[in-house]
C-alpha cells in the first residue's frame, strides 16, 4: 500500500472565527447606493401642477402651494445628506466588519430607504399633527439606528482603526444621541403643535457645532 494510501488526504484548515474582512469596500458601496437612491427618490414627490386642472395664470399660485413639499424636500435631503456624512466618516475610522456589524448596517439602510415616504406625507398633508409625528418619528429611528452601529463597532479593537481619535469617541456618540432625542421628542409634540415641532428640528443644527467645540476642546 503507498503512502497516499495509507494517510488520508489533508484538508484545508478552517477560517478563524477571529479572522474579519481587511476592508469595508462592497459594504461601503452598498450603503453609497442606498443613501443615493433615497435622497433620488424625494424629487418625485415634487410634481409639476396638472395642465388640465391649472390654467396658465395660475400656475405661478399653484406652484407656490406646493411650498410643502418643497420644503420636506430640502429637509429630508439636507438629514439624509448629513447622515450620509456620519456614517462615511464613521467607517473611515472602521478597519473591518463583522456579522453584527453587517446587519446593523443594513439596519440604517432600511431606515434610510424608507424615509422618501414619510417625506411625501408630509409634503403631501402639510404641518398636520400625523405627518409631521411620523416624519419626526422616522429620522429618530433613522439617527438611532446609526448610534448603535458606532456604539457596537468603538469599542472593538478588531473592528475600530488603531488611531481613532479620542474626540471622534465623544462627538458621534453625543451628535448622535441630540439628533435622535430632538427627532424623537418632536413626534409626541406635533400631537400638540406641529409647527413648533418642526421649528425644534433647528436645535440640532445649533447644537452640532457646539458638540464639536466641545470634543475638540476637552481632547
Known amino acids: ?13 478552517a477560517p478563524s472565527p477571529a479572522a474579519l474582512p481587511s476592508d469595508n469596500t462592497r459594504l461601503l458601496q452598498l450603503s453609497d447606493g442606498v443613501f443615493a437612491v433615497a435622497m433620488t427618490l424625494l424629487v418625485f414627490g415634487l410634481t ?3 395642465p388640465r386642472s391649472t390654467p396658465p395664470d395660475r400656475l405661478v399660485q399653484a406652484v ?36 453584527p456589524l453587517i446587519w446593523l448596517n443594513l439596519l440604517v439602510l432600511l431606515c434610510v430607504a424608507l424615509l422618501p415616504y414619510p417625506t411625501e406625507v408630509m409634503g ?13 418619528a422616522s429620522m429618530g429611528v433613522t439617527s438611532l439606528s446609526l448610534n448603535l452601529l458606532w456604539f457596537y463597532a468603538r469599542h472593538d479593537p478588531r473592528l475600530v482603526n488603531e488611531d481613532l481619535p479620542v474626540s471622534a469617541r465623544r462627538f458621534y456618540p453625543w451628535r448622535g444621541l ?16 406641529p409647527a413648533m415641532a418642526q421649528r425644534s428640528w433647528a436645535l440640532i443644527a445649533l447644537a452640532i457645532p457646539i458638540i464639536y467645540r466641545l470634543t475638540r476642546e476637552t481632547e
Open 64 to 99: 407656490r402651494d406646493q411650498w410643502p413639499h418643497f420644503l420636506s424636500y430640502t429637509l429630508s435631503f439636507v438629514v439624509i445628506g448629513s447622515l450620509w456624512i456620519t456614517h462615511h466618516r464613521i467607517f473611515r475610522y472602521l478597519k473591518s466588519h463583522d456579522g
Open 124 to 136: 403631501e398633508y402639510g404641518s398636520r399633527s400625523f405627518p409631521v409625528g411620523l416624519y419626526a
Open 1 to 13: 500500500m503507498s503512502a497516499s494510501e495509507r494517510e488520508p488526504a489533508a484538508t484545508p484548515a
Open 178 to 193: 441630540v439628533t435622535t432625542v430632538v427627532f424623537f421628542a418632536s413626534a409626541p409634540l406635533a400631537a400638540i403643535d
Open 48 to 50: 409639476p401642477p396638472d
